[in-house]
């Protein structure tokens, strides 16, 4: 990274868009477009960040952990400074060498081995979560399937009691206090309130399951691998991480096959092409739209001069499009080689942790899908979730005919 000369310009302005307007939130495409078209960095009048959407810049950014620090926070306040202060997430909100030995021991708990060994599980609710849907031929996608089946797989997972209403409410609140404290941000955090007592009481150490994940990371602590007082804040972001997002990816997935009958027939042609279709769907509509890093020195950056202290938010559901990584990119393809590619799990050091888990999770219930269900299409509607950080579907109202 080279020092910043005084005749490199700033990030041009972006001016007449909000990010964060409801119309952007649940229709991003053209703040997209627009952000990607105008320079590799620009500058967000409204709020005095930094923005950058496409996909190599972001992959640099994210590959950058020195030049580029997650310290400050992964939404846009800085939670460093006096008035936005919180306690930062030892695996979210760190950099080396704070942020390590969290990293390593997750790594471990989190082996190849463990998320192996719930294939079974994941098969057996697969089967019938997707038995249930036929019986009901109409149905909504979000809550009929994709949500009832992930917080039963996860809660037997991670260890934890799950409810549905909970877990929304609540995933709402996380997710919607990354941005600003727009409307979207005031009416999750009052749909959250009655789940609050019970969100804490799950994650505690009296409330966990043994044998599973949560327990380990207890025990991890217990052992000196972490922190004190560290592991409750894990389990925590774990449980935030882990639900909400591949709820949203699975949602994406049957959107796309519902509006995209070729792409159907190909998987009811060949149900192993669904081990990877969370990819695809992950890239189509990024569950996590954005994520922030603050800049660590005065630097330039691709060709312009970045502040210290100023955030850059990095939008990862407009990299995902970017015409320049991908060939039709806003064509949904389920023969697309995009795993390890798309920047939807993240990349480099905080890439999703969990990301193994989402995978086996996904490949269950959409290859049971495809094994079994003949046709897929839209019986109303699809109905946003408005999310400051993430893109995520409420209702999905779906028609499916058995083979």
Request: hydrophobic residues 40%; negative net charge.
């Amino acid at each position: 990274m080279l020092a910043a000369q005084h005749r490199v310009q700033s990030p041009p302005l972006l001016s007449g868009i909000d990010p964060y307007s409801i119309e952007n939130i649940v229709d991003p495409y053209a703040f997209h477009h627009a952000l990607r078209e105008t320079a590799p960095v620009v500058t967000l009048e409204n709020y005095g960040v930094y923005a950058v959407g496409r996909h190599e810049e972001i992959r640099q950014i994210l590959e950058n952990w020195k030049d580029f620090s997650s310290a400050g926070g992964s939404g846009i306040q800085d939670i460093r400074k006096p008035g936005k202060f919180r306690i930062p997430s030892k695996l979210v909100d760190a950099d080396p060498p704070d942020h390590t030995a969290v990293r390593a021991t997750l790594t471990r708990i989190l082996s190849p081995k463990l998320i192996r060994s719930w294939r079974d599980i994941f098969e057996r609710e697969a089967a019938a979560h997707v038995g249930k849907i036929l019986d009901m031929q109409t149905f909504d996608g979000m809550k009929d399937l994709v949500e009832s089946y992930i917080v039963t797989v996860f809660s037997e997972a991670v260890g934890i009691s799950l409810p549905r209403d909970a877990v929304i409410a609540i995933g709402e609140m996380r997710f919607n206090q990354t941005g600003p404290e727009n409307a979207v941000y005031h009416n999750a955090m009052a749909q959250a309130e009655p789940y609050l007592d019970w969100y804490e009481r799950s994650v505690d150490r009296s409330g966990v399951l043994p044998g599973s994940i949560a327990e380990q990371i207890y025990a991890a602590e217990d052992r000196g691998e972490i922190e004190q007082g560290v592991a409750k804040s894990l389990v925590r972001t774990f449980v935030g991480g882990g639900t909400d997002s591949t709820m949203a990816g699975l949602g994406s997935c049957l959107f796309h096959l519902a509006k995209s009958p070729a792409q159907m027939a190909i998987a009811t042609e060949s149900p192993e092409i669904m081990r990877t279709a969370l990819d695809e769907g992950i890239r189509m509509d990024s569950p996590f739209q954005i994520i922030y890093r603050t800049a660590n020195e005065d630097m330039e950056f691709a060709g312009f001069h970045l502040e210290k202290d100023r955030k850059l938010g990095l939008w990862l559901g407009s990299g995902n499009r970017d015409p320049r990584k991908w060939d039709n990119p806003d064509t949904f393809d389920l023969t697309r080689k995009t795993a390890g590619v798309h920047v939807a799990f993240g990349s480099g050091m905080h890439i999703c942790i969990g990301q193994m888990l989402a995978r086996l999770e996904a490949e269950c219930l959409l290859t049971e899908f495809a094994r079994r269900v003949r046709t897929v299409e839209f019986a109303g509607e699809a109905e946003s979730r408005p999310m400051n950080q993430m893109r995520s579907l409420k209702k999905l109202p779906l028609r499916v005919t058995a083979r």
